[in-house]
């Protein structure tokens, strides 16, 4: 017990210590006398549009881990580490990964110091940590799957869009541009990118391709072949963007009343897999000695593990009936 608690300590230490130092990288490089003057010359030697400046990310992308070299260097090493860097990139969020690993780190110790504070028994404090330092991985998945969602949404839009445009007499390329200043977020942030690229020199197949790489949606793969298709065997792409538009939009509409359907299911595995912890988590604050009898007994752990183990199994099946895919 003695030796958790010193561990957390110096996990506490080395949280404030990050901490200290992202905070003063952060004033060094946006508030400090160097990064005012950079930013002046800079300002003064680009003209960029102030509202796809705003929401677009620039075509020069930052693939660091840390701000730090030394840092940077450590968590390339860590196995699984650039899918958790591709993730925060898809959410649309500008956190290094260190930054979020850190986040991660002072939730964690910040529960634990808190449930210490409180009559509950260790073993259920460590859990309540375990679960509180998830939130930020929680949240990046949120804010990816929404985005992801809201990029979907707007695929249609996007191809008529290309349709009217090739209908009106433009090219696929001056398309794009129209496309980028009259499409809304985050849609457009992703053409930017793909135009900018041609403009810069790089094939269109290889710029679509690389838009697929970046977006990991079935539909825009749709959509990025039936481009790619039609410039190699030919035909009129403008026809050809809205019957993509209109399959698109059929196959949202199928989800939809599917989601609808499902709804009930998806209801149930919530209620069935949050009942047990919230009840565990209410008779830890009422009533701690009810579970104390089941956390002091050996056999006790023991069954706790084997329910959990299940519980998560039940989820994962209702899981897997509920989610249809059209």
């Not at 500008?94 to 509950?120: D, K, R």
């Not at 309540?128 to 969602?149: A, D, K, Q, W, Y």
């Not at 249609?156 to 009106?168: G, H, K, N, Q, Y």
């Not at 949202?252 to 912890?277: F, M, N, Q, T, Y």
């Amino acid at each position: 017990m003695d030796t958790l608690y010193y561990v957390f300590i110096v996990l506490l230490f080395i949280a404030a210590a990050l901490a200290s130092e992202a905070i003063w990288r952060w004033w060094f490089a946006s508030r400090s006398t160097t990064a005012k003057r950079l930013n002046k010359r800079l300002r003064q030697t680009t003209s960029i549009s102030a509202a796809i400046k705003r929401d677009a990310p620039g075509l020069l992308k930052n693939h660091r881990l840390a701000t730090s070299d030394k840092v940077d260097s450590l968590l390339r090493k860590i196995p699984g580490i650039y899918r958790l860097h591709t993730h925060i990139l898809q959410a649309g969020l500008a956190w290094p990964v260190s930054q979020f690993l850190m986040l991660v780190l002072i939730i964690a110790t910040v529960s634990f110091f808190i449930g210490e504070l409180l009559p509950v028994p260790i073993s259920v404090v460590m859990i309540i940590s375990i679960l509180n330092s998830l939130l930020p991985l929680g949240f990046v998945i949120h804010m990816r799957e929404r985005r992801l969602r809201k990029i979907e949404e707007q695929l249609p839009e996007v191809a008529d869009f290309i349709s009217r445009s090739l209908r009106a007499g433009h090219a696929f390329s001056i398309s794009l541009q129209m496309l980028v200043e009259e499409m809304p977020q985050p849609i457009a942030a992703e053409f930017k990118i793909v135009s900018d690229e041609i403009n810069f020199g790089l094939p269109m197949s290889e710029a679509l391709q690389r838009l697929c790489v970046r977006v990991p949606l079935p539909d825009l793969h749709y959509f990025v072949m039936a481009i790619l298709i039609q410039r190699e065997t030919g035909g009129n792409l403008a026809e050809l963007m809205t019957k993509v538009s209109y399959l698109i939009r059929q196959r949202l509409k199928l989800e939809g009343d599917v989601r609808v359907l499902s709804a009930e299911g998806r209801l149930s595995a919530w209620i069935l897999a949050l009942l047990s912890p919230i009840v565990a988590i209410i008779f830890s604050f009422t009533n701690p000695d009810y579970l104390k009898q089941l956390l002091d007994d050996p056999a006790g752990p023991m069954l706790l593990w084997i329910v959990g183990g299940m519980f998560a199994l039940g989820v994962l099946v209702m899981r897997f009936i509920v989610r249809i895919r059209v």
